[in-house]
């Protein structure tokens, strides 16, 4: 039934976000081409001040563009999980064949699937613009040729070591990422518990509240925990940088940080569980739709 | 062979107050029954809490031997108050969608109903009526080989030539071996189509008797009979 929750979520997230992430691409390709075709024609009429600022105001509506394409992801993810489970149409979802956790699993999935997609969009939507408005001059070339060199010297030196490093990096992103969706279902949730009349606002206000809480044992956890696993990062000072041993220095570096970097997994992994089922347990024991 | 729907002194409570109290009944497997109250009795608190969208507070409640769960939201179509098909939908996606996740969805069935009722299929939801979103609920709902079938206001919304149509597709789609639940203020409208009834007021069973029975030992209607038991 996961699989079948997941079709229908992603459907209806499809049909708003595919379009918008289309628009951002549209509209960087138009700005990218805007950008090479103004240049070219102002730089050829030795009238490079005028090409500069055309140039700096189409980067500026592209990146306005991309913060209101942000935006509105964020704002679409959150108004399917409200409309979904705290309207109406939560009469339909709740009284599906299927367990509360598999819906709250299907929202999360759908949210991280769709916010890695527009990130990879957006990314390369930025990178086109920069790329192809730089390829032209000798600066955009120098740029690519030192990305191709350090991409080239990375692979040379990929090893466990650094495929453990890729591992850790991914997981942290998933599991932040998994937070900063279920703190948003979780405030939204008993928001719709709590308040009849202002769901929404009382959502934003609960927000706010598991923000100071997830704080408050952030700074506990800290307390505890932080220093003795930055006394490992401390005896890093006796490492000489230095070109010849920089794999060395590198190596010990990460080892160093290891222990912080898997508690601080842990601490957002435990976060992400106690969200998850305290969102569970407000669906399934305390939620009266009106 | 235990009852489509049972409840043990089933109690449920919104804060201070008390919608049911300590309400104890069992319907059995076949039949069409009424469930009317004055608005507040605790109608649709029993309906939402035999299809789990509500917990008691106390006591328990079962469907067919089943306390609510995913198993037993299998067993049961509900029909709310409320349009709750998703907007975006057309009445093809709501109908697949049904069809995906309730195995006992008659697709066929589903499609002629909607014919019958000239509801176009590839509309969206959004730009129906709210009478014919009510119908493509009721066809939905009905086109389930549910158990149990809980119908919440079924007809309020649409005309009264419409009734007629929704009335006899409740009774011509349901199996023998199932029940209806219908709760309604529209009591003359559907009370041909009851074969018992249950006066519910303040979250407490007043009367549960079969149609017949009324009419041959008072001599009243189920319209009649609520007037003079609720009356103002």
Same mark, same amino acid.
């Given at each position: 039934?996961?699989?079948?929750?997941?079709?229908?979520?992603?459907?209806?997230?499809?049909?708003?976000?595919?379009?918008?992430?289309?628009?951002?691409?549209?509209?960087?390709?138009?700005?990218? &081409?805007?950008? &090479?075709?103004?240049?070219?024609?102002?730089?050829?009429?030795?009238? %490079?001040?005028?090409?500069?600022?055309?140039?700096?105001?189409?980067? #500026?509506?592209? #990146?306005?563009?991309?913060?209101?394409?942000?935006?509105? /992801?964020?704002?679409?993810?959150?108004?399917?999980?409200?409309?979904?489970?705290?309207?109406?149409?939560?009469?339909?979802?709740?009284? &599906?064949? /299927?367990?509360?956790?598999?819906?709250?699993?299907? *929202?999360?999935?759908? @949210?991280?699937?769709?916010?890695?997609?527009?990130?990879?969009?957006?990314?390369?939507?930025?990178?086109?613009?920069?790329?192809?408005?730089?390829?032209?001059?000798?600066?955009?070339?120098?740029?690519?040729?030192?990305?191709?060199?350090?991409?080239?010297?990375?692979?040379?030196?990929?090893?466990?070591?650094?495929?453990?490093?890729?591992?850790?990096?991914?997981?942290?992103?998933? /599991?932040?990422?998994?937070?900063?969706?279920?703190?948003?279902?979780?405030?939204?949730?008993?928001?719709? /518990?709590?308040?009849?009349?202002? *769901?929404?606002?009382?959502?934003?206000?609960?927000?706010?509240?598991?923000?100071? #809480?997830?704080?408050?044992?952030?700074?506990?956890?800290?307390?505890?925990?932080?220093?003795?696993?930055? %006394?490992?990062?401390?005896?890093?000072?006796?490492?000489?940088?230095?070109?010849?041993?920089?794999?060395?220095?590198?190596?010990?570096? #990460?080892?160093? @940080?290891?222990?912080?970097?898997?508690?601080?997994?842990?601490?957002?992994?435990?976060?992400?569980?106690?969200?998850?089922?305290?969102?569970?347990?407000?669906?399934?024991? *305390?939620?009266?739709?009106? | 062979?235990?009852?489509?729907?049972?409840?043990?002194?089933?109690?449920?409570?919104?804060?201070?107050?008390?919608?049911?109290?300590?309400?104890?009944?069992?319907?059995?497997?076949?039949?069409?029954?009424?469930?009317?109250?004055?608005?507040?009795?605790?109608?649709?608190?029993?309906?939402?809490?035999?299809?789990?969208?509500?917990?008691?507070?106390?006591?328990?409640?079962?469907?067919?031997?089943?306390?609510?769960?995913?198993?037993?939201?299998?067993?049961?179509?509900?029909?709310?108050?409320?349009?709750?098909?998703?907007?975006?939908?057309?009445?093809?996606?709501?109908?697949?969608?049904?069809?995906?996740?309730?195995?006992?969805?008659?697709?066929?069935?589903?499609?002629?109903?909607?014919?019958?009722?000239?509801?176009?299929?590839?509309?969206?939801?959004?730009?129906?009526?709210?009478?014919?979103?009510?119908?493509?609920?009721?066809?939905?709902?009905?086109?389930?080989?549910?158990?149990?079938?809980?119908?919440?206001?079924?007809?309020?919304?649409?005309?009264?030539?419409?009734?007629?149509?929704?009335?006899?597709?409740?009774?011509?789609?349901?199996?023998?071996?199932?029940?209806?639940?219908?709760?309604?203020?529209?009591?003359?409208?559907?009370?041909?189509?009851?074969?018992?009834?249950?006066?519910?007021?303040?979250?407490?069973?007043?009367?549960?008797?079969?149609?017949?029975?009324?009419?041959?030992?008072?001599?009243?209607?189920?319209?009649?009979?609520?007037?003079?038991?609720?009356?103002?």
């Amino acid at each position: 039934m996961l699989s079948k929750l997941i079709k229908y979520d992603f459907k209806a997230l499809s049909r708003v976000l595919l379009p918008t992430m289309a628009a951002v691409a549209g509209a960087s390709l138009i700005a990218t &081409l805007s950008f &090479l075709f103004t240049e070219k024609s102002y730089s050829s009429a030795n009238n %490079g001040g005028l090409a500069t600022m055309l140039g700096g105001l189409l980067a #500026v509506v592209m #990146v306005l563009a991309i913060i209101a394409a942000c935006f509105l /992801v964020f704002f679409i993810i959150c108004a399917h999980f409200y409309r979904n489970l705290m309207t109406d149409e939560g009469y339909l979802t709740f009284t &599906l064949p /299927v367990k509360t956790s598999e819906i709250l699993w299907s *929202k999360l999935i759908t @949210a991280m699937l769709w916010t890695i997609i527009s990130v990879v969009v957006i990314g390369l939507c930025v990178l086109m613009f920069v790329g192809l408005s730089t390829a032209a001059s000798g600066d955009g070339r120098q740029l690519f040729a030192q990305i191709s060199d350090a991409l080239r010297q990375m692979f040379a030196l990929f090893n466990t070591q650094s495929a453990l490093i890729v591992f850790e990096a991914v997981l942290c992103v998933l /599991v932040m990422l998994a937070f900063s969706i279920l703190h948003i279902y979780l405030a939204l949730v008993i928001g719709g /518990v709590v308040s009849h009349r202002h *769901k929404i606002l009382a959502g934003i206000g609960f927000y706010f509240v598991i923000s100071i #809480v997830v704080s408050i044992l952030t700074a506990i956890a800290q307390y505890y925990f932080g220093s003795s696993l930055i %006394g490992g990062i401390n005896g890093m000072g006796s490492v000489i940088f230095n070109p010849q041993n920089e794999i060395e220095a590198a190596n010990q570096l #990460v080892s160093a @940080a290891q222990p912080y970097y898997w508690f601080s997994i842990g601490f957002t992994a435990a976060l992400d569980v106690g969200c998850f089922y305290l969102s569970k347990y407000f669906l399934e024991k *305390k939620l009266n739709l009106e | 062979m235990s009852a489509t729907l049972e409840c043990r002194d089933l109690k449920k409570s919104y804060g201070p107050n008390m919608a049911l109290s300590g309400l104890n009944i069992e319907l059995p497997a076949g039949k069409i029954i009424g469930l009317l109250g004055p608005n507040g009795s605790g109608k649709t608190t029993l309906i939402k809490l035999a299809c789990g969208l509500l917990t008691p507070t106390e006591g328990e409640i079962k469907v067919c031997g089943q306390q609510p769960g995913t198993e037993s939201k299998a067993l049961v179509s509900y029909l709310p108050e409320r349009t709750y098909l998703p907007q975006w939908m057309t009445v093809t996606d709501c109908m697949d969608y049904f069809q995906d996740f309730y195995p006992d969805f008659d697709y066929q069935r589903a499609v002629s109903m909607l014919e019958s009722l000239h509801v176009p299929a590839k509309a969206r939801m959004k730009t129906l009526s709210k009478g014919t979103k009510e119908k493509v609920q009721l066809v939905l709902v009905m086109s389930r080989r549910a158990k149990l079938y809980l119908l919440d206001e079924p007809i309020g919304g649409v005309d009264p030539a419409a009734r007629d149509y929704i009335l006899n597709t409740i009774i011509s789609n349901y199996c023998e071996d199932s029940t209806i639940l219908i709760s309604t203020h529209l009591i003359a409208d559907i009370e041909k189509v009851l074969d018992e009834f249950i006066f519910i007021q303040n979250g407490q069973i007043v009367s549960y008797a079969s149609t017949d029975a009324l009419r041959e030992d008072k001599g009243k209607s189920v319209d009649e009979y609520f007037r003079e038991v609720f009356r103002c």
